[in-house]
Each structure stands twice: as C-alpha cells, then as structure tokens.
C-alpha cells in the first residue's frame, strides 16, 4: 500500500488482441466496433454492419496481418505499453502509481482502475495516449473511465490529461526518432500519416456546424481563424502536428504530404488517402521517402503491418526505391520523460520526477 493520498497515473491506449488467431481477433473486433463512438451509426445498422458484413471475414484478414508483425513478447502496442510504464513508474519511484490500460481488450480501464483503487489510490490523472483529439479514441476512452469510476464505491477524482498534438516535447521526440532515418537515405519526401476518420465524424466534432471541410484549407487555417474548431477538429489537429514536425526537422513544405490511413467501408473518409499518395508519389518518379505516422506513440499493427509491410511492397511496385517507416516513439527514454512532463503540466498531482543516477 503507498503512502496516504499518492496519486495515479492512467496511461490508456486504444488495445490489442490477446493472440493473433482468428477467435481472439473476433472478439477484439466485436468489442471495438461495437463502440458507438467508432461505429457512428443507428444501433440496428451497427449491428448488421458488424454481424453481417465484418466479423465473418474480416477476423481471417486482420488475424493474418497480426501474425506478421507479432512478437516472442506478445502484441507490440502491449510491450511497448508495458515498457514505457515501467520508465514512467521508474522515473516517478514511490511518489505515483502507473497502471497501463486498453480501451478495448487487456488490460481494461475498469482492471487498471481497480488495481490503482486496491493500491490506495484516490486520485487519478488519465493521460489518453492519442495526441490528436477524436471522439472515437479520446472520447470513447473518456468514457470507459467515467463508467469505471462511477462502479467503484469509493468514486476516485480525475484529472484529465488533454490532447497534446502540438506539445513541443511531443513534437521534439518524433523530430529525434526521423532525423536519423532522413539523414541515412536522403529523403526527396516525407509523408506525414495519419489514422483516418469518416468526414461525417469531423463534421459532427465542429462546434460551428459550419467550418470543418467547408473548404480545402480549412485545417490549414483554423489556428487563426476559428481556434474552437481547432481544440476539436482531429484533421486540423493533424495538420498542425504535421506541420510542426516538418518546421522542426527543417523539411520545406513541397516535399512534405499530409495523408490519412486504415479507412473502412464505402462511406466519405478524411483525404487524401496515404495508399494513393503513396502509390502516386513512386510513379511520378520520386525514388527515397520516410515516412512518419505521428497518431500512433506506439507501433502497432496500423504502422508495423500496414505503412512498414503493404505501403513499403506498394511504393516498390510503382516504381520507388526506398520507404522508410520512423519507428513510433514506443519506450524512448525521450519520450518517457516527456509523458511525465505532460502529465505534469496538466495536474498539479504528478509530482516532479526522482533523480536518476
């Protein structure tokens, strides 16, 4: 039991399947499209889309792709996860509680949430590890905590870490995971990639009701000209991200792509679409590119399978040479610090991190 009153620190990312065989990918899939904030639909159409449509083939297809990037250690989003709480707890020693959850498979928030209630803590800092803000990942996230909390019959209090796409220590350790990639093969362009969204999710996200993809710079100027749309628009987000990298590692902006991945089904996605500027970019010529995919702290199926094996095989077949994906930040120390750094910045209960030797 730690001392009286220490607080928690929740770090939530979006999960994982327990193996990658068919049965467990099933039920993976069934929890997270079950979601009403990712599968944004009426529940009757829901529940044939997901019945009908995905869960009889998808599980095969997403099973396959797992077992490629699998480890001996496991999914690489749980050791990664697992790997920077124990940096984080190492960093904080005896003064805070790190508990890692996944909002959908294991560990669940409502099990960290417990662990941390047993430990003896009764505050909280939930820190969802999505930079940019999304209903569907950070706000699903949110959720599940408050449903956790109102369970328990001691109800923790909880501070909330925001979005931090544009924190400059976020921004520092992606610009120290690609300068080495950029430098080795000369890099002619850098796609920034991005997990994808329906554009009626960021239509439904603009406060205005009227600003969000009215036009095509929309996101490029939100910043100056609608700053409430930019503390909800995941696109604009985005783009300021992007933006911020690229302005950090010196990368003028032509050789630059914002694009967005792992869009599903036939309804309007977010653009432009990362396989098709991936494919056009090697048939125009272009020979050496890196490719970052800052949505994600930690690699995952999203960016091991899909960016570092079918993107990589796609840019080869039209023509390019080289597409290097930059690994996510993963357990970086430099990342490990900043994630107690943010948390910090965001609850006075963090409290400063022990010396090191």
């Known amino acids: 039991m730690p001392p009286p009153d220490v607080p928690g620190l929740l770090l939530i990312n979006l999960g994982t399947p327990q193996a990658p065989r068919i049965p467990e990918v099933r039920r993976y899939l069934r929890e997270f499209l079950s979601d009403w904030r990712v599968l944004d639909v009426p529940c009757p159409v829901r529940w044939a889309v997901l019945h009908l449509a995905i869960l009889p083939r ?59 209630e047993q430990q003896g803590v009764r505050r909280i800092v939930v820190f969802p590890l999505y930079p940019q803000h999304s209903s569907a990942a950070t706000g699903s ?56 969204l329906p ?31 930019l503390a909800e628009c995941y696109r604009a987000q985005c783009v300021a991200t992007a933006r911020l990298i690229g302005d950090k590692l010196g990368i ?3 050789r630059r792509i914002v694009c967005f991945q792992s869009r ?54 039209h023509g390019g ?8 930040l993963n357990a970086a120390d430099s990342w490990a610090d900043a994630v107690v750094g943010i948390a910090r910045d965001a609850s006075s209960w963090v409290p400063r991190p022990e010396a090191r030797a």
């Open 321 to 328: 040479e080289t597409l290097r994906l930059v690994p996510s």
């Open 252 to 254: 003028p902006s032509e």
């Open 199 to 229: 554009e009626r999710q960021i239509r439904k996200s603009d406060p205005t009701g009227s600003y969000c993809l009215a036009r095509p710079d929309c996101c490029e100027r939100a910043a100056d000209e609608r700053p409430e749309v």
């Open 58 to 116: 998808r599980p095969r297809t997403s099973a396959h792709a797992y077992s490629k990037i699998w480890t001996p250690e496991g999914s690489p989003l749980r050791v990664h996860g697992h790997e920077l709480v124990r940096k984080v707890q190492q960093r904080l020693g005896a003064s805070a509680k790190v508990e890692l959850a996944m909002r959908y498979g294991v560990p669940s928030i409502a099990e960290a949430m417990r662990s941390l």
């Open 264 to 317: 599903l089904g036939r309804t309007p996605w977010i653009r432009p679409f990362t396989d098709l500027e991936v494919r056009d970019a090697a048939a125009r010529g272009v020979k050496r590119a890196v490719i970052l995919v800052p949505s994600f702290v930690a690699d995952c199926l999203e960016t091991l399978e899909e960016i570092g094996l079918r993107a990589v095989d796609d840019w080869k077949a």
């Open 141 to 196: 996230s949110l959720e599940a905590v408050f449903a956790a909390a109102s369970r328990l019959w001691n109800v923790p209090r909880l501070q909330i870490v925001p979005p931090f796409y544009d924190d400059p220590r976020y921004i520092a350790c992606f610009t120290e995971v690609a300068e080495p990639a950029l430098r080795e093969i000369d890099a002619e362009l850098v796609f920034f990639s991005f997990h994808g």
